[in-house]
C-alpha cells in the first residue's frame, strides 16, 4: 500500500472521509500529537488500529469529535463540573473520562465501563472531523511503545506502506499529550498529566487529584497506558536526575570511550557541563520543553548510539506530563503488562 501525505484541503478531507466510511485508518493531526484515527462505531476499524499499532488490547482508545458534535450521542452521564472544564478548556489538549454507554464499538474502551472522549483544537483537526461527523478513535500515531509523533513524516515514518493516508497538519504546537481526567467520580481525576495540568483544573472546579497508580498492589489501574515502558527511541538510553550531573558526565565518558556516539538531552541551563558532545537542547520554558521532547527523541535514535537525558529542574506543572514522557521513554526496564 502506498501511504499518501496531504495536506489538509478539501480534496483531502473528501479523500479521509471516503477511507474512514471504507472502514480504514489515517493519520490525523492535532494540537497535541498525531493521531491514527478510525472510526468509533465500526468493530473492524477499531481492531485495524490496534493491529497496525502492535497495542495491547487492554489499552483503551479516546474517541475525538468536533466542537459542535451532540456529546448526548455517545455519554449521559455529565456532571456539571465537567461542563465548566469543557468550557473552560475545550477545544484543547483535555480528555475527559465518562461512563460508557455502550453506543461506539466495545472494542474502544478495551472492557472498562468508561469512554474517554476529546475535543482537538488544532483547525485541520477540527475540519477532518466535522467532514465526517462522527467520532474518530485515535491513539498517538506511534508504534506501540515507540516516540509519539509530533509531525506527519514522524507518522510515515512509523507507518509507511501500512495506512493510505496521512493529512499533514504541521507540527504539533503542544507537543504531548492531552491531559487525561476522569470524570466519573465526585471530583476530577487526572489519569495521565498533559498541558492541561491539576491545578488548572482546580481554579476551575475547585478541586483536582491526580491519580498515582501504586505499581505493586495489584490494583486494577485505571488508564492502563500508564503503566508500559513508552516513548521511547530506539537506541541505548540513560537517564539522570537534574543534581546528578557529575555522574552524567562520567557516564558519557566511559560510553564514549567505548566508541559509542553520546548524544545529551538536557534543559538549556544544564548544556554548559557537556561541552563536546551532540547537544538535543530541550529550550527553557515549560511549554517549550513539551513541544521539542518528542522530536529531539527521534532525533536521538538517527543520530547517536547512547542517549543520556538529564531531568530538567522544574518538576510542576507542565513539567509533570513533560517528566513522566521523558522518564519512561528512557527506562531500560519494562514492566509486563497482562
Ligand atoms: O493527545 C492525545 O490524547 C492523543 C491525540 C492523538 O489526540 N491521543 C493519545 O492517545 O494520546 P493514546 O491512545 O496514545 O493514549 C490514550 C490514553 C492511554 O493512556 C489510555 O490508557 C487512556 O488514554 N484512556 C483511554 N480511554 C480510557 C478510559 N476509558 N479510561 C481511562 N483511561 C483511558
Ligand atoms: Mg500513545
Same mark, same amino acid.
Given at each position: 500500500?502506498?501511504?499518501?501525505?496531504?495536506?489538509?484541503?478539501?480534496?483531502?478531507?473528501?479523500?479521509?472521509?471516503?477511507?474512514?466510511?471504507?472502514?480504514?485508518?489515517? !493519520?490525523?493531526?492535532?494540537?497535541? &500529537?498525531?493521531?491514527?484515527?478510525?472510526?468509533?462505531?465500526?468493530?473492524?476499524?477499531?481492531?485495524?488500529?490496534?493491529?497496525?499499532? =502492535?497495542?495491547? $488490547?487492554? $489499552?483503551?482508545?479516546?474517541?475525538?469529535?468536533?466542537?459542535?458534535?451532540?456529546?448526548?450521542? /455517545?455519554?449521559?452521564?455529565?456532571?456539571?463540573?465537567?461542563?465548566?472544564?469543557?468550557?473552560?478548556?475545550?477545544?484543547?489538549?483535555?480528555?475527559?473520562?465518562?461512563?460508557?454507554? =455502550?453506543?461506539?464499538?466495545?472494542?474502544? @474502551?478495551?472492557?472498562?465501563?468508561?469512554?474517554?472522549?476529546?475535543?482537538? @483544537?488544532?483547525?485541520?483537526?477540527?475540519?477532518?472531523?466535522?467532514?465526517?461527523?462522527?467520532?474518530?478513535?485515535?491513539? @498517538?500515531? $506511534? /508504534?506501540?511503545?515507540? &516516540?509519539?509523533?509530533? @509531525?506527519?513524516?514522524?507518522?510515515?515514518?512509523?507507518?509507511?506502506?501500512?495506512?493510505?493516508?496521512?493529512?499533514?497538519?504541521?507540527?504539533?504546537?503542544?507537543?504531548?499529550?492531552?491531559?487525561?481526567?476522569?470524570?466519573?467520580?465526585?471530583?476530577? *481525576?487526572?489519569?495521565?498529566?498533559?498541558?492541561?495540568?491539576?491545578?488548572?483544573?482546580?481554579?476551575?472546579?475547585?478541586?483536582?487529584?491526580?491519580?498515582?497508580?501504586?505499581?505493586?498492589? !495489584?490494583?486494577?489501574?485505571?488508564?492502563? =497506558?500508564?503503566?508500559?515502558?513508552?516513548?521511547?527511541?530506539?537506541?541505548?538510553?540513560?537517564?539522570?536526575?537534574?543534581?546528578?550531573?557529575?555522574?552524567?558526565?562520567?557516564?558519557?565518558?566511559?560510553?564514549?570511550?567505548?566508541?559509542?556516539?553520546?548524544?545529551?538531552?538536557?534543559?538549556?541551563?544544564?548544556?554548559?557541563?557537556?561541552?563536546?558532545?551532540?547537544?538535543?537542547?530541550? !529550550?527553557?520554558?515549560? $511549554?517549550?520543553?513539551?513541544?521539542?521532547?518528542?522530536?529531539?527523541?527521534?532525533?536521538?535514535?538517527?543520530?547517536?548510539? *547512547?542517549?543520556?537525558?538529564?531531568?530538567?529542574?522544574?518538576?510542576?506543572?507542565?513539567?509533570?506530563?513533560?517528566?513522566?514522557?521523558?522518564?519512561?521513554?528512557?527506562?531500560?526496564?519494562?514492566?509486563?503488562?497482562?
Amino acid at each position: 500500500m502506498q501511504t499518501k501525505i496531504f495536506p489538509v484541503s478539501p480534496e483531502s478531507l473528501a479523500e479521509a472521509k471516503k477511507i474512514i466510511f471504507d472502514g480504514g485508518v489515517i !493519520g490525523m493531526p492535532t494540537e497535541t &500529537v498525531y493521531g491514527l484515527g478510525g472510526n468509533a462505531f465500526d468493530d473492524s476499524a477499531v481492531k485495524r488500529i490496534f493491529e497496525v499499532k =502492535g497495542r495491547p $488490547n487492554d $489499552n483503551p482508545l479516546i474517541a475525538h469529535v468536533h466542537t459542535d458534535y451532540d456529546l448526548a450521542k /455517545i455519554i449521559d452521564y455529565d456532571p456539571p463540573y465537567a461542563k465548566k472544564l469543557r468550557e473552560a478548556f475545550l477545544p484543547g489538549p483535555l480528555t475527559l473520562v465518562y461512563p460508557s454507554t =455502550g453506543k461506539v464499538s466495545p472494542y474502544v @474502551s478495551c472492557g472498562l465501563n468508561t469512554l474517554a472522549v476529546r475535543v482537538p @483544537s488544532h483547525k485541520g483537526a477540527q475540519a477532518f472531523l466535522r467532514e465526517v461527523d462522527i467520532p474518530i478513535v485515535a491513539p @498517538s500515531a $506511534n /508504534i506501540s511503545k515507540h &516516540v509519539s509523533p509530533t @509531525s506527519a513524516a514522524h507518522v510515515y515514518e512509523d507507518f509507511e506502506g501500512k495506512i493510505p493516508l496521512i493529512l499533514d497538519g504541521g507540527e504539533c504546537e503542544g507537543g504531548i499529550e492531552s491531559t487525561v481526567c476522569d470524570v466519573t467520580g465526585d471530583i476530577p *481525576v487526572v489519569l495521565r498529566p498533559g498541558l492541561i495540568t491539576c491545578e488548572m483544573i482546580a481554579q476551575v472546579v475547585g478541586d483536582c487529584a491526580q491519580y498515582v497508580p501504586d505499581l505493586h498492589s !495489584g490494583e486494577k489501574v485505571k488508564s492502563p =497506558g500508564l503503566l508500559y515502558k513508552h516513548y521511547s527511541p530506539r537506541c541505548q538510553t540513560a537517564l539522570f536526575a537534574a543534581a546528578e550531573t557529575a555522574e552524567a558526565v562520567a557516564y558519557c565518558a566511559e560510553q564514549s570511550s567505548l566508541g559509542k556516539k553520546v548524544a545529551i538531552l538536557c534543559e538549556d541551563g544544564a548544556k554548559s557541563a557537556f561541552a563536546g558532545y551532540e547537544i538535543l537542547n530541550l !529550550g527553557s520554558s515549560e $511549554n517549550e520543553m513539551a513541544a521539542r521532547l518528542y522530536s529531539l527523541l527521534r532525533e536521538a535514535e538517527k543520530r547517536c548510539d *547512547v542517549l543520556v537525558a538529564i531531568e530538567p529542574k522544574k518538576t510542576d506543572g507542565v513539567m509533570i506530563g513533560v517528566l513522566n514522557r521523558l522518564r519512561k521513554a528512557c527506562v531500560s526496564v519494562d514492566i509486563p503488562h497482562k
